[in-house]
């Protein structure tokens, strides 16, 4: 079946501008994660959605980064005010019911935004 | 002590050895481990999980999880060159929260 879809692939942007990050998830899936990750760093957790809330939204670095998501299904990852420390590599990943017990991860293609 | 730790590499096998990667725990995690590949400029690709003390096995790979040491160990039979990837170890973190080690760089040398 298809896997977790994420778009734009590729984001270049100019300090100070907004940015929307788009994760489709596997159909089915009530969790989504999204993460940061730096040329030659880790995962950087930002946010966890279970169906459309976020009980957990201590990852995100400021105020300008938010995320929400509709229907149970699609996310949208936004940066207000671009700065190029933001520059990196945005991940998506979602799971069956995570409080149910099932807590394989699979991600997306990821979005490698570039902030001039 | 970080929650994930692991040894960043390279790990340089040769074609058709026994990669052995490792990661190491700390008490903040759960007893829930997975195992990542990622290729240089990909997203990471979901190899095995480990719940349960012991070892579990798919096809090449073992996972092995030492509850007592906190470590979990990936094996890597008849290494190929394809093998060549960073290596992430996850662990879980209370109900939902997933922590991943900086990853493991391995080369299978031809």
């Known amino acids: 079946g298809a896997g977790v879809s994420q778009s734009p692939s590729n984001k270049v942007t100019e300090k100070g501008k907004d940015v929307e990050l788009r994760c489709d998830p596997i159909?089915?899936?009530?969790?989504l994660y999204w993460y940061r990750q730096s040329l030659g760093q880790g995962l950087e957790f930002l946010i966890y959605?279970?169906?459309?809330?976020?009980?957990?939204k201590s990852g995100l670095p400021s105020d300008r980064f938010s995320a929400e998501r509709t229907g149970g299904s699609v996310s949208t990852l936004t940066i207000q005010r671009t700065q190029q420390e933001d520059s990196a590599v945005y991940l998506c990943?979602?799971?069956?019911?995570?409080?149910?017990?099932?807590?394989?991860?699979?991600f997306g293609p990821g979005t490698r935004l570039t902030v001039t | 002590q970080k929650e994930v730790e692991q040894n960043s590499g390279p790990l340089s096998v040769p074609e058709g050895a026994i990669a052995s990667l490792n990661c190491t725990y700390s008490?903040?995690?759960?007893?829930?481990f997975f195992w990542y590949r990622q290729y240089s400029g990909k997203s990471p690709e979901l190899i095995m999980s480990?719940?349960?003390?012991g070892d579990k096995e798919d096809g090449r790979f073992t996972a092995q999880l030492n509850k007592a040491s906190q470590y979990v160990s990936l094996l890597i039979r008849d290494s190929q060159p394809s093998d060549s990837a960073t290596y992430l170890c996850?662990?879980?973190?209370?109900?939902?929260?997933?922590?991943f080690g900086t990853g493991t760089r391995l080369k299978v040398l031809a």
């Open positions: 008490d903040r995690v759960s007893q829930s």
């Open positions: 990943a979602s799971s069956l019911e995570v409080l149910a017990g099932s807590y394989e991860q699979y």
């Open positions: 159909s089915g899936h009530t969790a």
């Open positions: 480990i719940y349960s003390n």
């Open positions: 996850a662990a879980r973190s209370g109900t939902y929260k997933y922590i």
């Open positions: 959605f279970q169906g459309n809330s976020a009980p957990d």
